[in-house]
């Protein structure tokens, strides 16, 4: 009795002890300063070579609080956010449940510096289950996501749900620029891991030609197992503009503007892309990019194998074709052929129609250098290199207002640390004018007469400044050379260039912007007659001073 009366004496200690270390728990996991408490723990608890920072720390384990400043980190990938409430409740966990009321922060900001994984280095899923059935509506005002890729979006809700079986999202919101976004998705926990994604978003975009807005509707869906190497999933995108655009007069058979996409997709492979297709039929660039020229493309796109790299074949056609200053594409027809393979990008053949002529181009996109750092730490960026060969080009069908040539010339670029660096070489070819091209709308002055005998240009794309070391264009009977600072959003410019026109000759060495200039310009006019009529035929110059009788000489 008395061992009895112990073992009695024993058990409701403990129980006593169990509910006063339970009533002490659930009393601490309400004040304002458990939840920092717990997110101190639970650093010792992640795995080696993860770290987690939190900073303004208020609320409570038991209903959630607010965060200031929160950050995981594991190697070169890191996740922060700023400015956190959470609110939840733990009653829930004791039916194996983590229900959170709602998970808001102001900014995610995701900077991933990892090197890209080599294939082999590719290993499928097993078992993505969790210890806990889970419920979490969230929202984020603003993502940033840096490092090998870059993404800016805003307005980042869903609600995420895993059910012991099923991860789900549903409801889930993005804003990428003009583009709004809809996203619900599945992935099954275990074997096969069955995946669907479904993305529908609205575009909104301006018409150059009337200013009208457009809406465009884009439709994408993913499908497919995740487990086990062989794994292949099924993309299925298209662009459709709502309602279709009509900035210019088109057939009444005319077909309506699309895109199309689709591809097989072995995220488990060393060439994880077993094929790809393409089709576009009246694209109008003009209506998803404002910026863009008006264009009337139709074409398609191929991507296979090719060992362990890509081959790509591009085709299209464009029957919209017009000069730049008309806001067209002088393209007419293009016939590409582009490789990838051991981390290079070739365009082994590109031909383009055009303008009266054609070109013909290659280049070598290089992205080894991603995986080494630079001095800064950052990956270092990719480099490329091209060249083309550019046969009787008409200028007047790339700008109007430039009088009828025919160009024959080299161009080459090549990516270097500071920008792009250039050089081109255009001059005349043996043969008469293409005179089939077509006419300056009525009335708009041009530069009539003045054919192009050879341009040569070398300089550096610095964005936002074109910097041009060489500068020699010449005409029939004119000529402007020197070197030249064009910053392309102020329009300033700063250089040294020569004119030697008929009849004048002026420099000019200084700075010129929109709102003060300072340098000097020297004109010196030997024939005025014959200087004033040359000016006669510029843009913008005086209709009736071709016909102003004008004699004389004079220096400034």
Sequence with gaps: MKALRITLYLMASTLVLAAALAAALWSWTGTGTSLATALGQLQRWLPAGQTLEAKEVTGSV????????????????????????????????????????????????????????????????????????VDVPFSVDTVEWTG??????????????????????????????????????????????ALTVQVDGAVQATLPSTQKPLLVQAHATLTGPLAGRDAALELQAALVPDPQPTPHPSPVNQPAMQDQVSARIQPWQPQPVAEAHARWQALDLAALWPQAPQTRLAGTATVTPDGTGWKAAIQLNNTLSGPWNQQRLPLENLVATVTYAKSQWSIESLKATGAGGHIEAKGQLSTTANNSASATGSPAPAQWNGSASVYRINPAALDSRLGEAVLDGQLTAQEVPSGIAFEATLQAAKGKANTNTAGTPGGQRTFNGLRLKTVHAQGLWEAPLLKLAKLNVQTDDAQLQGQLTFHTVTQAMEGQLTLLVPGAQSTLAGHLASNRGEGDVRLTVTDAALASRWIARLPGAPTTLGQTSVQGNAAF
């Design 62 to 133: 038991r209903s959630g609080g607010s965060i200031g400043w929160l950050r995981w980190q594991q190697g070169d990938l890191s996740i922060e956010l700023r400015d956190i409430t959470v609110a939840w409740s733990l009653r829930p966990l004791l039916g194996g449940e983590l229900r959170l009321g709602q998970v808001n922060a102001k900014t995610l900001h995701v900077d991933d510096r990892r090197a890209p994984s080599e294939p082999d280095a590719r290993v499928p899923p097993t078992d993505l289950s969790l210890p806990l059935k």
């Design 148 to 193: 090998s890729m870059s993404l800016n979006a805003t307005e980042l809700s869903g609600h995420y749900v895993f059910d012991s079986d099923i991860h789900r999202l549903d409801e889930g919101q993005i804003r990428i620029s003009s583009g709004n976004y809809q996203v619900k998705g599945s992935l099954q926990a275990r074997t096969p891991m």
